[in-house]
């Protein structure tokens, strides 16, 4: 028995090296090469013409790899894209090898108003790392839902009304620059000017603290700048989960090497002052505050909230502004049918104040009317609503989605 079992070692050691020696051979950098050529090409075919939704039109690109999606949001004009392929191919697009952008009227209701997950590429909204899990990042609907009760009280537009007289204050700084630029008859990038307005006024909406973007008229530490490259990298690190950690973890918030710092810093410093005194101002803090007294959100949670609040509100305000204007400008005779209706109503004794209140605002049917279609033509958001399928799947018209597959609307 044992001069068999010691027969066995020798072949098993004999046929080892033999597998080694001929390895050496064959696995030279060429067949590497061609080995990960053709695992590739095995998994494109397979996403592009294997996948349940194979069958629906849209890029060549994206029926196989994200990278179509990934350059159409780094160039900025998904918006054009979206409409087009939508106008050319109809409700369906395939956008991405499992992902689908829908234009459909069963959609708002069975994807954004129905409990379903959202896609893991809302991870990268949990700033400024993945510790700070914020109503945008959980994927989860029911805690995203007890999360949102939580927050949404303190954007209320009775809450917000309150604050009205300090964001007055903050626009009457962008006034103050429009007309020294027209009276020294020189352009002005109004990009960054109303990118400082909406930074400044949600500081002061969140924590009665502008950062003094538009008072002093510049980039601040270039916080804006850096900030707007770090939404672009993470729109695109939400489809990379080691990407998204490389670029927001805690080593990073720890250094203090954010793009944002000058954001992150203030807002921290603004809630441990709230922290020791909760009662010293009165804004969106201070409902937060009282949801964490009543054990509804952690601190943590709010640090979170806030450092979103900051970043996508700024964005968004700014991009908003940018739309309409542009808009305007570029229909001039909408532009001067507002003025009319402004005109008509100061006339009226409305109107009167330097910054128009909110209230007479929405009494001004074709302004409101002017602003809601500049947003559809351009809205701040630039990317799809992903939901994932549940089980059971979901049919929009006549088409049936299995579960798994990600359903995106375009705002």
């Not at 570029?330 to 209706?341: D, G, L, N």
Request: charge should be positive; charged fraction near 20%.
């Amino acid at each position: 028995m044992a001069k068999c079992l010691s027969s066995i070692d020798t072949s098993v050691a004999t046929m080892e090296t033999f597998v080694l020696q001929n390895a050496r051979s064959y696995l030279t950098p060429g067949s590497l090469i061609t080995i990960a050529l053709v695992a590739i090409l095995t998994v494109a075919v397979k996403r592009r013409y294997l996948s349940s939704v194979s069958d629906i039109p849209g890029p060549f690109l994206a029926s196989f790899s994200r990278l179509w999606q990934i350059i159409t949001l780094l160039k900025g004009n998904s918006i054009d894209e979206f409409h087009k392929l939508h106008d050319k191919h109809g409700p369906f697009v395939r956008v991405a090898p499992n992902e689908v952008s829908v234009c459909h009227p069963d959609a708002p209701k069975k994807l954004l108003l129905a409990p379903l997950h959202k896609d893991n590429w809302y991870r990268a909204g949990a700033l400024p790392d993945y510790r700070f899990q914020t109503t945008l990042s959980i994927t989860d609907p029911k805690t995203k839902v007890a999360r949102s009760k939580a927050f949404m009280q303190g954007y209320s537009i009775t809450s917000l009304l309150t604050l009205e007289d300090r964001i007055d204050e903050i626009f009457a700084h962008l006034l103050d620059w429009m007309d020294k630029f027209s009276a020294k008859k020189q352009s002005m990038d109004l990009d960054k000017f109303f990118t400082f307005t909406a930074a400044d006024i949600t500081g002061q909406l969140l924590f009665s603290k502008p950062f003094g973007f538009i008072s002093k008229g510049y980039d601040i530490e270039q916080t804006l700048s850096r900030s707007h490259g770090i939404v672009g990298i993470g729109t695109v690190a939400g489809y990379f989960p080691w990407l998204n950690k490389l670029v927001a973890n805690p080593f990073v918030t720890w250094t203090g090497i954010l793009p944002f710092r000058l954001i992150f810093v203030t807002a921290m410093n603004a809630i441990a002052e709230r922290e020791r005194n909760p009662d010293v101002q009165y804004d969106i803090l201070t409902h937060w505050f009282k949801a964490l007294q009543q054990g509804k959100v952690s601190l943590r949670n709010i640090q979170a909230q806030t450092t979103l609040g900051i970043t996508a509100g700024t964005d968004a305000m700014s991009t908003g502004l940018q739309s309409f204007v542009y808009y305007m400008i570029r229909h001039p005779t909408a532009w001067k049918r507002c003025r009319k209706e402004i005109t008509r109503a100061q006339e009226q004794g409305k109107c009167k104040s330097r910054v128009i209140s909110y209230v007479d605002a929405k009494e001004l049917p074709y302004l409101q009317a002017c602003i809601k279609e500049s947003l559809r033509l351009f809205g701040p958001l630039g990317t799809g609503l992903p939901r994932i399928v549940p089980e059971g799947g979901i049919k929009l018209g006549d088409r049936f989605f299995p579960e798994g597959t990600v359903l995106a609307i375009h705002p």
